[in-house]
């Protein structure tokens, strides 16, 4: 006996991810690339006859915009959920990951990106504070912006989502699509599959690569880790983005 299903979407390539910069809670809209590639999830969405019942996306306009050009093709209505929205990278925001590597290392680099409790130093407050005036935070909780968070953060954050309203809903059989991020995406993977550290380390989610978990009424997976709709050139574009220093 089966239960709902989960489709997930990391959004189309955004501006930020094109120049290399750590976005984190940038808010930052898609490249043409990245609504094309993003057009293209959602034929092959389509091409399975599978119809989200609902979906779910952040509050970030990278996230909801490629939520919406896939409801427009498979349907669903679209509800943004701020608990989706990327990881703070506090200070190391905005800056190019290059320029972070080469001030300093690739081990403390790969430290902040890739394990579970690093966490970068903080935004100055006076900077979350503006920021807190501007949209999208404007007319979200203070907890919605916070100064630096770690992957095991970003884990918290999205629990009472996983364990409330998507929980609730895939147990009533429904099918719900969630677009969000490289980092929220891997914290939703590691509820779904009950991660460890070392594989949530190991875990990279490319762009508009849309993931596919059948789940059991207990809500765990029939496979652990999911079926790629294009399984052999997620593959390949994950590699790469482990190469790159991981999502």
Same mark, same amino acid.
């Given at each position: 006996m089966t239960t709902g299903s989960l489709m997930l979407v990391r959004h189309g390539e955004s501006a930020a991810n094109a120049l290399g910069l750590f976005t984190g809670v940038l808010?930052?809209?898609l490249t043409p690339h990245g609504e094309q590639s993003t057009h293209d999830a959602a034929a092959r969405i389509r091409?399975?006859?599978?119809?989200?019942?609902?979906?779910?996306a952040s509050a970030l306009a990278r996230s909801w915009h490629t939520a919406d050009i896939i409801a427009a093709a498979v349907g669903?209505?679209?509800?943004?959920?701020?608990?989706?929205n990327e990881r703070s990278y506090g200070a190391l925001t905005g800056h190019h990951k290059r320029d972070v590597v080469a001030r300093y290392g690739h081990d403390l680099f790969l430290?902040?990106? $890739?394990? #579970?409790?690093g966490r970068p130093d903080p935004l100055p407050?006076?900077?979350?504070?503006?920021?807190? !005036?501007?949209?999208?935070?404007?007319?979200?909780p203070p907890e919605a912006l916070a100064p630096t968070e770690s992957l095991a953060?970003?884990?918290?954050?999205?629990?009472?989502?996983?364990?409330?309203e998507l929980g609730r809903a895939l147990r009533q059989g429904k099918r719900v699509l969630v677009v969000a991020h490289g980092n929220s995406l891997r914290?939703?993977?590691?509820?779904?599959?009950?991660?460890?550290?070392?594989?949530? $380390?190991? #875990?990279n989610l490319p762009n508009a690569r849309p993931l596919l978990y059948q789940l059991r009424p207990?809500? !765990?997976?029939?496979?652990r880790g999911g079926r790629y709709l294009d399984p052999h050139v997620a593959a390949e574009e994950a590699a790469q983005i482990a190469a790159q220093g991981g999502t």
């Open positions: 808010d930052v809209g091409g399975t006859g599978w119809q989200p019942d609902l979906v779910m669903g209505p679209v509800q943004r959920h701020w608990r989706l430290h902040w990106r $890739r394990s #579970l409790d407050d006076s900077t979350v504070a503006l920021w807190r !005036t501007l949209p999208p935070f404007d007319r979200l953060d970003v884990v918290e954050r999205v629990r009472p989502l996983w364990t409330g914290a939703l993977c590691a509820l779904v599959d009950g991660l460890t550290a070392a594989e949530l $380390r190991e #875990l207990d809500l !765990t997976p029939l496979v």
